[in-house]
């Protein structure tokens, strides 16, 4: 039995979650004694994709045909790769790109989906319990399928990727025929500066309102630059305009689970909460010893972000600086 890996790519090259994702379906596949097979597109650099045989990757199936910007298309690549593979579980990230198709795969196969899965299922013959997170976060749910084909979208940084082995995948073109797209995209715009992508970064910086306007942003992009991590802010920033909204995180903007995430000058409203909770490790820098966002953080700063900021910029330098 076969258990088939989705991996998107990025301007070339593969989407960060690929590695966890097909550790995933490495997990999974040992326990139905059956291998692990990923399909992708547009990636030339066959290196990149043969060391997806480290995370337990046998075969990757890539299509050079395909593009980015057509999920239609995207979607029927998937559904050859699984008749191709005969595979009964696919695997996906949820990410903006696992969101689109994951559901319309589901739908085309007739397949049950769990959507945001953050452990290794439990497997009992034919019936999969997977766990999510529920009500932004604050509890978990297990839910089961018991369809024929199943379809897992894996919440990225949920599980952590072990590269197991040095064994090269074999890579192979994929061109199955696949009908014209029904849509047709005219033109694509990209975000130009964005630096590392949100839903990818392993250390975030925000702030919120209390930076007291866009001009102060530069000690949080400094401390940013000096962690290789990536901004981000709350929403009443955004709606202001003191930040692009694709650096909003909460509820309502981008649902992130850094690995660590930097809170300053943002009370902790339950909206904002609800997109960052799931981060491993919470620092919060707060002048009011009362912010509602202490009570959810590992670690707390009752102090100016003007004066700490800087110094935590200054600290991490000199650490690197010295390592």
């Known amino acids: ?102 559901p319309r795969l589901s739908a085309r196969l007739g397949a049950g989906l769990v959507a945001g899965a953050i452990a290794i299922p439990e497997i009992d013959g034919a019936k999969f319990t997977v766990r999510k997170n529920v009500f ?50 005219k033109e694509v715009k990209a975000i130009s500066g964005e630096g590392i992508p949100l839903p990818e970064a392993e250390i975030v910086v925000s702030a919120g309102r209390g930076l007291k306007g866009p001009e102060n942003w530069g000690i949080v992009e400094d401390l940013a630059e000096a962690l290789g991590a990536a901004t981000a802010c709350s929403r009443p920033v955004a709606d202001i305009g003191w930040r692009p909204h694709h650096e909003h995180v909460g509820q309502t903007g981008i649902a992130i689970r850094p690995n660590l995430y930097i809170a300053a000058g943002i009370s902790g409203a339950i909206q904002h909460l609800a997109g960052v909770n799931g981060s491993k490790t919470i620092v919060v820098i707060n002048t009011d010893p009362e912010a509602p966002f202490f009570k959810a953080a590992d670690y707390g700063v009752v102090g100016d972000a003007f004066e700490v900021l800087p110094k935590l910029t200054e600290a991490v330098r000199k650490f690197k600086a010295a390592n």
Do not use: C, W
């Open 1 to 102: 039995m076969s258990v088939l890996v989705f991996a998107d790519s990025h301007q070339g090259k593969l989407a960060k979650p690929t590695s966890e994702t097909v550790y995933y379906a490495k997990q999974i596949a040992s326990k139905i004694g059956g291998s692990v097979h990923v399909v992708t597109y547009g990636i030339t650099d066959a290196d990149s994709l043969a060391k997806l045989g480290n995370y337990g990757a046998e075969k990757v199936l890539v299509s050079k045909s395909v593009t980015h910007s057509n999920d239609d298309q995207l979607t029927a690549l998937v559904a050859e790769a699984v008749n191709a593979t005969s595979a009964k579980v696919i695997i996906f990230a949820f990410d903006p790109m696992g969101k689109m198709l994951a």
């Open 136 to 185: 932004s976060g604050k509890a978990i749910a297990s839910f089961t399928i018991q369809s024929e084909v199943k379809i897992i979208a894996l919440l990225p940084n949920s599980v952590k990727a072990v590269a197991e082995g040095d064994s090269p995948a074999t890579v192979e073109n994929f061109e199955p025929a696949i009908p014209e797209a029904r849509i047709k995209v």
